[in-house]
């Protein structure tokens, strides 16, 4: 074996050899030499070795590289489409403004380099992969394309030369059948391989494909070469077969051809035994679809099919496979394939091995070039079943399916294509009938109607076929081709396709059948309703609106007659298979009718669009009553849902009803059903429609007059939803105009109102509660320019406003206040809620309104809309109204309300007013009138004379004739009456004559006798059906039932007999409305004479019931003279209403509906009484939920002087001081923060980097310089005095909050015990100590004990004292020499320790441990006085970085710093120190004496003008006996004070000039005589100056620096204010600190007086008071000589020998002012973030994150859930929180657009701060809308992080495991 170098170069020389050979001429044994070499170098035997592909590619490259092989090619790339393929989950851009096709789709480059501003576009995932458009014209308009795109580039490219790619003709033929002999030979029958790997396979081929690949991104010429090869059948004839020597390829070759067997979809072996039907019978078109239904009673049929359809019969139980093939045009869609060329044969074994998304793309990255496209298309159709095939058998169907739509979308979805091939190909039919084949596969018997007999078969829900969605693939490409409307129209005119697809539908229709479980509740609720719902939606009613695009003009017609005519016949069909007569089958359901859908949708657009006349599309009367049964069951059964009589099928039928209504739903269900019931009721009898609906509602029985009635099927509480829910349904019917009339932009202002109506609504929620087209790819709402405007014209824009409670708003739409007054609907709301609630909602947001406007206070009613006119076709609608059942009823129901009889309700009354007002409004034409009498109705004349409702109003119906029980109060009264004998003569009709008789009795007047029971309606709807029936002559025996409900036989145990009673009534329908006004007013005569005169209708829109019935009234008295003049005398006349007392025991004092209806006035009241209660109580108990509220208790501040503190319990209630055996406690939270440690110097915030070359440094943060400032002392010092020089806690530090409940510390541990046993906990864990306050539910996780007494000695401790200076100071020497004593061990002592535990364990060791030795002593000193810097810091910056504020401040009100200071002072005391190094001696006296002392010591104290004063504050206090007296901590604060002082004027020497630092120290030592020259502060700084000049180099070291810093001079004014800047921290801090300690108040101040204030607060200003502005030196008090002071601790610096004067420098400037802290600035556009950080690669691991995130407070990169930067089972999100935050980490997900919090172990997800143009998130950027930053949001975010009030404010939190 030669050296591999030299084998390279060896093929080098070898390509360019034979390259220059095939060159030739004559190149025969050039040929041949390479198809040796390529036989021993692509040996598929050998397994795919590298060293083939290294060989391919020299070859290719003839010689060359291949990279520069590569480039020479580009450069001929001719290609204008840009065509670039992508995967799942690769973001990419879909503009509808620019898109022809609604598929379009521009990869981010492509996008991003064209001129979408203004545009509708929306960046999207892609869920199954695809490719981008630009440059196809077909697709999109070219106004889009990109600027690469846009020149055409093809023209200017320079031809290729033929040399260029004459080995890649040669060479690649071979590779590519290598490719597919691997396949062939990989491939194994699922059946042989347990687990077939075919993955094992694909990965061995990983690397060829992939070259292939590399060559398609070549370009255009390199494209056209494989195209050549792919298409060329020549070359597969040579190679397919391979050699006859080479035994490999033989034996792949066998294993093709046995693959290719089983590819038709009838599989060879069916086609044998199959037999003579299969193929050779054509019979008349659309015998094959009739067979599907099993429709053998259709005798028009010729005799050839007729063995089919035995055929079919037999098997119909068991699965029977349909033998489709006699209707398909060509045959050759059921035969095995045959493969012609390498391309075909290359799909084939993409579909058999699963679609691997290596092959996809390489397939589609070939689509660019046409000659391929085309090819490649037929290919793919050709290939079609067996697609379904393999979909269906895969185990991975969801990818595959997304695999297939990868690829068939890129090909379907150009109009110019798909006409192309679906005439050469027969798309179409292969479409069809794939499909059909598809679903036959799961088809079971109907049990619908007939159980026994039925012939129909539906698709079974429960298989994994529908459950799955796997037809998603095909019917979604279905669809895609039929939006094209070339490709539309041919289907419309091919009607043996059209009946195929009736047939295919017919498999949908009355599938997932419901029975009523009337028993016990069903065991199992099975959920096939999704799976149902889908296939109707997506199979039927998808397709259906594709077609319906393509019926708008005139010139289809034909069209919807072919379809009309062929649901009709398909629904006959139906109904026989079924077996379906008269009556539906009680007590089943189905929700599926997708044939009654497309008869209803097709005669809708029909009228609508294409002028036809309604009529001539119609059937006759029996079969309308037919196809009115199924839809108005659905109806019925709704209303059963809702009065729980399915209750026992579980939740599942709910559900059900709920989605049939639902947006994405309802126009393809509920509209059209209930479209086609209008269409029925404007055509059929209105008497028999009505009385229908009465019976489907089973109420029939509660409509008599009588008090009392048997109801055989309902029981009492279902009666009143059922009798409201049919006159709910009758109104909707009588008002809903959608396809009645209304224009689509009427239509969808309406949808748009209803909706707004029922809740505000956010904009995208909108576009998706209105019901669009639900064809998708239509991609628009009807009329979607329309949508915008009109959402401002009927909605105003509320924008997102913040709660302070922290709950974010939306920007919402709500709607105007005209659309209140005119336009709100409520008829239409209720056909649109899923749930019963919004309609509530949507009266009380009316009822809101006009108690706003000051229109009507009460409680309203729905108000009564105008409806559009009637579109002529339908006019028959109206007879509804005007027709004697329905007056009958409406009579029946007012008498029943105003005598109060059980069941009735407000709503039963409203519809019923609503229906008189419909009525009245809208009139049958006036020639009907006379026609009428001539059609007398032997059945309702004796109650009103016509059928005319204003006439029937005013008629006067005297008595009626009821059946009733024999107990019913109506008997009794008959016997009082027949005792004191005044009893009319006797009436008795026969109750089979419908109470004609109407006979002359004494006096002058004619009885009308009614039959009350709406006179056995049933009977007289049966026999309307009959006669029909038997006018088109069918025996329809069967149908012959008992004819009176009457003689419904009773259950045994029957109740008491029935027996005929006469009522007196003398009402007519006007009168019984004048009383019921009286009733609802409560008052007689509410409607005098007056009001008659002077009414208008148009006053009483809004209002109650007495408005309704005083509008109707209105407009009675102003359509009829009659009626107006019959309300006159009504009204004249009027007499108190004396409704007949009743006995009945149901209706002892108050009937159920009242009662109940007081029960919920009465729990309103009482709600409404605890929720004032309740809020009182917030209001006094503290409110976590605004941190702006002012202080309500500051826990020890305020408090009386004189007795002990007494503490609540909030668990035990009582009330008591704090002790030594029982301490109470503060409930606190205890949380690690590094807020102080990310401030900066400067107010603006940082940047978020967008760009490589952004970047932010952590360096300048207060953490991070504290830090260099503590190692560098570490460097030089001893380390115990480091310790003590400065604090840490800026990172890290713990921060005690409370919200101010206090509880005794044994009551909380019970309380634990009890959390910890109730295992419903969310989101908080009781092992780590976390609770929530038991009062106010504030999250916490410790208790602060309080400190007992703290009240005698006040007083004492507060006064003044006259004593002078150096007597106090000896005082507070005296008092930190006193030993700390070790208290005793007491309850207390012991919560103490257990709490400093706690503040320990809440942060994290790396954060405590800065001392050379950890846990030593000092370590924990200075980690105990850190505790109380950081929250006195964290306090200032809550008061927002200065105490100009004053005292109410949000944040005294949580703090807790008198009690955390106790518990840290008696922790600290426990430390003394060694009083050779206290540091108090070094600042009152001269120590010269011990200077030498420590000379000989390994390391120096650090100096005093390096030491951080206010941290020296807080040992001194906390290592004092407590309480100390107020002198002695006034003293300790003018000690420091004049060290902080002294640091200001060395910091300032040393940043001023040379010259001026001269100067100053000259003018200082002029003043140094004067009296009181130690309070100047010139004199100070010359000394200052000229002490340190003694040091060596002490200035010289940044002279350049500062010389360039200060080109100004410094005037005497701007050192005064630097020197006051200097020490205004240590004031703010110390004035803080006596705030808490001794309850001073803070009074507010401008910020310019905020130092003078301090001064005084403190009690620095000694004597001294002038008027003018205070001089920072004038509050010095020394009480030893200053200079010699200020000489010591210069000597201090001075002395440092070994230590560089540059560092020394350093730690003299020290700069103790910071900025607020802030979170990182974003940029405004969140594009801007997206585009740069989605795709980066984390800077651990290198790889593109799945889901990256950004830390908002530093802009670290992190991996949010990725295993890659996992370290210890720790994922880097809650690492990086815990490294930058200590536990608190903010995230933006760049994925998401969201933010979530890491706090400790919990997380939650915050929202959002990016929203789009109408104020909304976009989580998960599902919507993909352009984001823009919203201030305010992000400004509560920061705040929230700053206050540190993540915990209290949002309440989702749950545990994140180390891993989110």
Same mark, same amino acid.
């Given at each position: ?976 009456? #027949? &005792?004191?004998?005044?009893?009319? =003569? /006797?009436? @008795?009709?026969? %109750?089979?004559?419908?109470? *004609? ?112 019935? #005083? &509008?109707?009234?209105?407009?009675? =008295? /102003?359509? @009829?003279?009659? %009626?107006?003049?019959?309300? *006159? ?732």
């Amino acid at each position: 074996m030669m050296a591999a170098s030299q084998l390279r170069r060896d093929k080098k020389s070898t390509a360019a050899h034979l390259k220059a050979d095939l060159k030739r001429t004559d190149n025969s044994s050039a040929l041949r030499q390479l198809q040796e070499l390529l036989d021993s170098v692509l040996n598929p035997e050998r397994g795919s070795d590298p060293e083939a592909l290294e060989w391919c590619k020299w070859l290719l490259a003839g010689g060359d590289g291949f990279d520069d092989f590569c480039r020479t090619v580009r450069s001929y790339d001719n290609a204008t489409l840009c065509g670039l393929v992508w995967t799942a989950n690769f973001v990419a851009y879909r503009c509808r403004t620019c898109g022809i096709s609604p598929c379009m789709s521009l990869c981010a480059e492509c996008f991003n380099n064209g001129d979408h501003t203004g545009h509708d576009f929306n960046m999207f995932r892609s869920q199954a992969g695809g490719a981008c458009d630009c440059g196809d014209g077909n697709v999109m308009r070219e106004s889009g394309f990109c600027r690469r795109h846009r020149l055409k580039t093809g023209e200017n490219v320079p031809s290729v030369p033929r040399d260029l790619l004459l080995m890649s003709e040669m060479v690649l033929p071979r590779f590519i059948i290598t490719i597919i002999q691997y396949l062939r030979d990989g491939y194994t029958e699922p059946e042989s391989a347990a687990d077939r790997d075919l993955q094992k396979v694909l990965q061995q081929l990983e690397s060829h494909i992939s070259l292939l690949e590399e060559l398609t991104k070549m370009g255009g010429a390199m494209r056209t070469v494989l195209t050549k090869i792919l298409t060329n059948q020549q070359t597969f004839k040579e190679l397919s077969m391979g050699q006859e020597e080479n035994v490999y390829a033989k034996r792949s070759y066998e294993k093709y051809l046995s693959a290719l067997k089983s590819s038709g979809l009838v599989s060879v072996e069916e086609k044998g035994a199959g037999g003579a039907g299969a193929g050779a019978t054509d019979t008349a078109a659309g015998a094959g679809a009739l067979s599907l239904l099993g429709a053998t009673a259709a005798a028009s049929l010729e005799d050839s099919s007729k063995e089919e359809d035995q055929d079919g019969l037999q098997g119909v139980g068991q699965r029977k496979r349909v033998k489709l093939s006699s209707t398909t045009k060509d045959p050759s869609i059921m035969d095995t394939l045959k493969h012609k060329c390498f391309l075909e044969e290359l799909l084939f074994w993409t579909i058999k091995y699963e679609f691997p998304q290596k092959m996809v793309t390489f397939l589609l990255n070939m689509l660019p070039d046409q000659d391929y496209k085309i090819t490649f298309t037929k290919t793919f159709v050709q290939h079609y079943a067996f697609i379904m095939k393999t979909l269906m058998k895969s185990h991975e169907s969801d990818t595959m399916s997304n695999r297939i739509v990868h690829i068939s979308v890129q090909l379907f979805s150009n109009e110019e294509l798909a006409r192309h091939v679906t005439e050469e190909c027969q798309l179409l039919d292969i479409m069809v009938t794939v499909l059909l084949y598809m679903m036959e596969s799961c088809l079971i018997k109907s049990e619908l109607q007939d159980e026994e007999n039925n012939r129909h078969v539906v698709v079974n829900c429960g298989e994994a076929l529908l459950k799955n969605n796997t037809y998603w693939p095909l019917v979604s490409d279905f669809i895609n081709i039929l939006s094209h409307q070339s490709v539309a129209k041919r289907f419309l005119d091919d009607h043996s396709l059209l009946l195929l697809w009736m047939s295919f539908v017919s498999f949908f229709q009355g599938m997932n059948l419901n029975k009523r479980e009337l028993n016990e509740h069903v065991e199992f609720e099975s959920q096939t309703y999704y799976a149902a719902f889908a296939a109707e939606l997506e199979a039927c009613a998808q397709p259906m609106w594709g077609l319906l695009t393509h019926c708008k003009v005139k010139d289809t017609q034909e069209y919807t007659k072919t379809l009309v005519r062929y649901c009709l016949e398909t629904l006959q069909m139906w109904f026989d298979a079924i077996g379906f007569v008269d009556e539906p089958a009680p007590n089943q359901l189905t929700f599926h009718l997708p044939l009654h859908r497309y008869y209803a949708m097709f005669l809708s657009k029909g009228v609508k669009c294409q002028g036809l006349d309604l009529d001539s599309l119609l059937p006759d009367q029996e079969m309308l009553m037919k196809i009115m049964v199924h839809p108005l069951q659905i109806q019925a059964s709704l209303s059963e849902i809702h009065s729980n009589m399915w209750v026992r099928n579980g939740l599942q039928i709910k559900g059900q009803a709920m989605t049939y209504v639902q947006s994405h739903f309802c126009n393809s269900m509920i509209d059209p059903d209930i479209y086609l019931l209008q269409v029925c009721a404007s055509r059929l009898d209105p008497d028999y429609f009505i009385s229908s609906v009465f019976e489907r509602f089973k109420v029939v029985d509660l409509l008599t007059m009588a008090s009392q009635h048997q109801n055989a099927v309902l029981d009492s509480e279902q009666e009143r939803p059922m009798l409201e829910g049919a006159l709910t349904f009758l109104v909707i019917l009588c008002s809903l105009r959608i396809h009645l009339g209304m224009s689509d932009d009427e239509i969808l202002r309406a949808e748009m109102v209803s909706q707004l109506c029922m809740n505000d609504r956010t904009h995208s929620s909108l576009l998706d509660l209105i019901p669009e087209n639900p064809n998708p790819k239509s991609g628009v709402v009807p009329g979607s320019c329309s949508f915008e405007e009109m959402l401002s014209a009927v909605a105003d824009f509320k924008a997102p406003v913040f709660e302070p409670g922290g709950s974010m708003q939306q920007g919402m739409y709500t709607p105007k206040a005209e659309v209140w007054e005119k336009e709100f609907d409520p008829i239409m709301v209720i056909l649109r809620t899923v749930y019963r609630r919004d309609v509530q909602s949507a009266m009380d947001r009316y009822g809101a309104f006009l108690k706003q406007s000051g229109v009507h206070t009460g409680n309203p009613w729905p108000p009564y809309k105008e409806r559009t006119p009637l579109h002529p076709c339908y006019r028959g609608l109206v007879r509804l109204l005007h027709c004697k059942t329905l007056h009958i009823v409406i009579f029946t129901l007012l008498y029943k309300i105003w005598m109060d009889h059980q069941n009735m309700s407000e709503h039963v009354l409203c519809m019923v007013l609503y229906l008189i007002e419909l009525g009245m409004d809208n009139q049958v034409q006036e020639d009907k009138l006379e026609e009428e009498p001539c059609i007398e109705e032997h059945c309702h004349d004796s109650w009103f004379p016509g059928t005319n409702l204003l006439s029937n109003l005013h008629h006067v119906i005297n008595f009626v004739r009821v059946r009733v029980p024999e107990t019913a109060p109506e008997v009794e009264r008959k016997r009082e009456r #027949e &005792r004191d004998r005044e009893t009319p =003569a /006797s009436t @008795s009709a026969d %109750s089979s004559s419908f109470g *004609q008789s109407s006979r002359r009795l004494t006096g002058n007047w004619r009885e009308n006798l009614r039959e009350a029971q709406v006179f056995s309606l049933v009977a007289e709807r049966r026999r309307k059906f009959q006669e029909i029936i038997n006018r088109s002559n069918h025996e329809a025996s069967q149908a012959v039932r008992p004819k009176s409900s009457s003689s419904r036989c009773l259950p045994p145990g029957s109740p008491p007999q029935l027996v005929t009673e006469i009522l007196e009534i003398r009402e007519s329908m006007l009168s019984l409305l004048v009383k019921l006004h009286q009733k609802l007013s409560a008052k007689q005569n509410s409607l005098s004479l007056s009001w008659l005169a002077e009414v208008d209708p148009g006053r009483h829109e809004h209002g109650d019931g007495i408005t309704a019935i #005083e &509008r109707i009234l209105a407009k009675a =008295a /102003s359509r @009829s003279r009659h %009626s107006k003049r019959c309300l *006159q005398e009504i009204c004249g006349k009027v007499c108190p209403p004396i409704p007949p007392k009743m006995t009945s025991p149901g209706d002892k004092s108050m009937n159920k509906e009242e009662r109940r209806q007081r029960a919920r006035e009465r729990q309103q009241k009482l709600l409404a009484e605890f929720a004032s209660r309740q809020k009182s109580f917030m209001e006094t108990a503290m409110d976590v939920e605004s941190p702006e509220a002012d202080a309500v208790m500051d826990v020890g501040s305020a408090e009386p002087l004189d007795s002990e503190i007494l503490y609540d319990c909030v668990i035990c209630g009582q009330s008591g001081p704090s002790t030594e055996d029982r301490p109470t406690g503060l409930v606190v939270l205890l949380q690690a923060s590094s807020v102080l440690g990310h401030r900066c110097r400067s107010d603006t915030p940082k940047r978020l980097p967008t760009t490589d070359e952004e970047h932010i440094y952590p360096e300048d943060t207060c953490g991070a310089t504290h830090d260099v400032r503590l190692t560098l002392m570490q460097r030089y010092f001893k380390d115990s005095s480091c310790l003590q020089s400065v604090s840490i806690g800026w990172d890290g530090g713990v921060y005690v909050q409370t919200c101010g409940h206090t509880l005794h510390i044994d009551c909380h541990k019970s309380y634990m015990e009890s959390l910890r046993n109730d295992q419903v906990l969310q989101g908080f864990s009781v092992d780590k100590g976390e609770f929530t306050c038991p009062l106010c539910r504030q999250f916490a996780n410790s208790v602060l004990p309080c400190r007992p007494g703290r009240g005698t000695e006040t007083g004492a401790w507060h006064t003044a004292s006259n004593k002078s200076m150096s007597t106090l100071v000896k005082e507070v020497e005296d008092l930190q020499e006193q030993l700390g004593i070790f208290p005793a061990e007491s309850n207390l002592s012991k919560e103490m320790e257990s709490v400093i535990k706690d503040i320990k364990n809440t942060t994290q060791k790396k954060y405590m441990d800065y001392g050379k030795n950890p846990g030593s002593p000092d370590n924990d000193f200075l980690f105990m006085y850190s505790v109380a810097r950081t929250n006195l810091e964290l306090e200032l910056v809550h008061r927002g970085g200065n105490l100009c504020s004053g005292g109410a401040s949000a944040a005294a009100k949580r703090s807790c710093l008198n009690q955390l200071f106790h518990v840290l002072a008696m922790h600290m005391r426990l430390y003394s120190i060694d009083s050779a190094y206290n540091p108090w001696n070094r600042l009152t006296q001269s120590t010269h004496s011990r200077e030498t002392e420590y000379c000989d010591e390994e390391r120096p104290e650090v100096p005093m003008l390096f030491r951080d004063v206010p941290s020296l504050l807080i040992i001194f206090i906390l290592t004092m006996p407590q309480p100390l007296r107020k002198e002695h901590f006034t003293c300790v604060v003018k000690v420091l004070y004049s060290l902080q002082y002294t640091q200001a004027l060395a910091a300032l020497s040393i940043r001023i000039s040379r010259e001026e630092r001269h100067a100053w120290c000259n003018t200082g030592a002029a003043k140094k005589n004067t009296p009181n020259s130690d309070k100047s502060w010139e004199s100070l700084l010359g000394h200052v100056i000229s002490e340190l000049t003694k040091a060596k180099d002490l200035y010289d070291t940044n002279s350049e620096e500062t010389s360039v810093l200060n080109s100004s001079v410094w005037s005497p004014q701007s050192i005064e204010s630097t020197l006051q800047q200097f020490c205004l921290p240590f004031l703010r801090l110390s004035c803080l600190l006596q705030h808490h300690l001794y309850g001073d108040s803070l009074p507010s101040c401008p910020m310019e007086e905020e130092f003078s204030l301090l001064i005084g607060c403190l009690g620095l200003v000694g004597s001294v008071k002038s008027s003018a502005p205070m001089s920072s030196a004038a509050c010095l008090e020394w009480n030893f000589n200053a200079y010699d002071l200020i000489a010591q601790w210069c000597s201090e610096v001075i002395a440092l020998s070994d230590t560089p004067t540059q560092q020394s420098a350093s730690l003299l400037v020290q700069d103790p002012r910071w900025a607020a802290p802030r979170l990182l600035q974003l940029p405004d556009n969140y594009n801007t973030i997206f585009q740069y950080y989605h795709r980066k690669s984390c800077t651990s691991c290198g790889k593109t994150p799945k889901d990256p995130a950004l830390c908002l407070v530093c802009g670290a990169f992190v991996c949010l859930k990725g295993h890659c930067c996992k370290q210890q089972g720790i994922c880097e999100c809650v690492l990086h929180s815990q490294h930058c935050g200590a536990a608190t980490g903010i995230f933006l997900l760049i994925n998401a657009s969201v933010i979530i919090i890491i706090r400790g172990h919990r997380f939650c997800l915050w929202g959002s701060v990016y929203l789009d143009a109408h104020g909304e998130e976009d989580r998960d950027l599902r919507r993909g809308k352009p984001l823009y930053l919203c201030e305010e949001r992000y400004r509560v975010l920061e705040q929230q992080w700053v206050s540190h009030t993540f915990d209290h404010i949002n309440k989702r939190w749950g545990p994140h495991y180390n891993g989110l």
